[in-house]
């Protein structure tokens, strides 16, 4: 879901335009510059439709709080909230925008001293349960609780006949 | 013949296993995600000017006695172009619709009202998106209906097409 960031650091790098123009020494090199330049915009074509602004990134939405205790909280959280854009990612991992300026409001929020429980409850609030990656124990939820025990319950009791041959 | 039909339970447990896990990874579920937050009031902001000409937006601008609709959009958005025709009818047949305007620069915005048309009344600059996130809008464009006590009624998620009007006019009506 992700798109890949177009990145020309590489070929930047490696590439020197005033030597390959001057210097016929480097010809070989200028030529796989060529080779990579276009190799990198291979990389560029497939850019999905305009989706994002070209606005720089919120700011804490890639940099981290000072206060090496509430970074963990609030990392902690990102880890367990649920990217809008890029669903099934966590806000932690995807690189959508949106998630990106949501890990700024939960580092602003932290940073000012909320919650954690607090702010997920705020976004819970506008997006429902399913942007938590933390379902709560309540009727609907259930089964998704207890299906674990139940399973192993009837393994249990699958395994009940073997265990008796053997002692027996 | 009762144990031959017990030793299919297994199979037919991970037959319904695999059809479960198999169904959400054939089609991925990529779903519209509609507010939490229809017939709740809107959060409290105040957004400065979007754009020239427009004043901004703040929450008191929706508890006028009057309903809005309340457009989610930004100058880097595909779609928005695409409804822009839509909002400018409804705003023809009467309707008043004020913007929001997501991560956007007032030069580009400029550029795209100037292209596009400019059916707002007020457009506020949501800058770092938090108007559009407290209001529980998980893209652009989103448009909701506002009643005239601030209590949001309805929410068009995605681009207003032709024929998408009617529903909204008739959930406009019922705001008022």
């Known amino acids: 879901m992700n798109p890949p960031i177009p990145s020309l650091r590489g070929a930047k790098r490696r590439s020197n335009p005033a030597g390959a123009g001057r210097c016929t020494g480097l010809l070989r090199f200028a030529r796989n510059d060529v080779v990579g330049v276009a190799l990198a915009l291979l990389i560029i074509l497939p850019t999905p439709a305009l989706a994002d602004s070209s606005l720089p990134p919120a700011a804490l939405a890639d940099t981290q709080l000072a206060d090496p205790r509430q970074e963990r909280q609030a990392r902690a959280l990102m880890d367990e909230i649920r990217c809008l854009v890029c669903q099934g990612q966590s806000i932690a991992d995807s690189n959508a925008e949106m998630a990106g300026d949501m890990r700024a409001l939960i580092r602003r929020r932290i940073q000012a001293g909320e919650r954690p429980e607090s702010i997920r409850a705020w976004l819970i609030a506008r997006y429902g349960h399913w942007v938590s990656y933390d379902p709560p124990l309540e009727p609907v939820t259930w089964p998704l609780w207890g299906l674990p025990a139940l399973l192993i319950l009837a393994g249990l009791w699958l395994a009940r006949g073997r265990f008796k041959r053997r002692s027996g | ?176």
Do not use: K
């Open chain 2, 1 to 176: 013949m009762r144990t031959r039909l017990i030793l299919w339970v297994p199979l037919a447990g991970f037959a319904i296993l695999a059809a479960l896990l198999l169904r959400p990874l054939l089609s991925p579920p990529q779903r519209d995600i509609p507010s939490a937050l229809i017939g709740q009031a809107v959060p409290e902001f105040a957004l400065a000017p979007g754009a020239e000409g427009r004043p901004g937006l703040a929450s008191a601008d929706l508890r006028r006695g009057r309903p809005q609709l309340v457009n989610i959009f930004a100058s880097w958005c595909l779609p928005c172009r695409v409804e822009a025709p839509q909002l400018a009818e409804l705003a023809r047949r009467g309707v008043p619709v004020v913007g929001v305007a997501v991560r956007d620069r007032p030069e580009d915005l400029a550029r795209f009202l100037a292209a596009y048309g400019n059916p707002f009344q007020a457009i506020g600059d949501d800058r770092d998106r938090q108007v559009q996130l407290a209001l529980g809008s998980a893209g652009v464009p989103e448009t909701f209906v506002v009643d005239g006590r601030g209590t949001i009624r309805h929410q068009h998620i995605g681009a207003i097409m032709a024929e998408d009007v009617p529903a909204i006019l008739a959930a406009y009506e019922a705001a008022r």
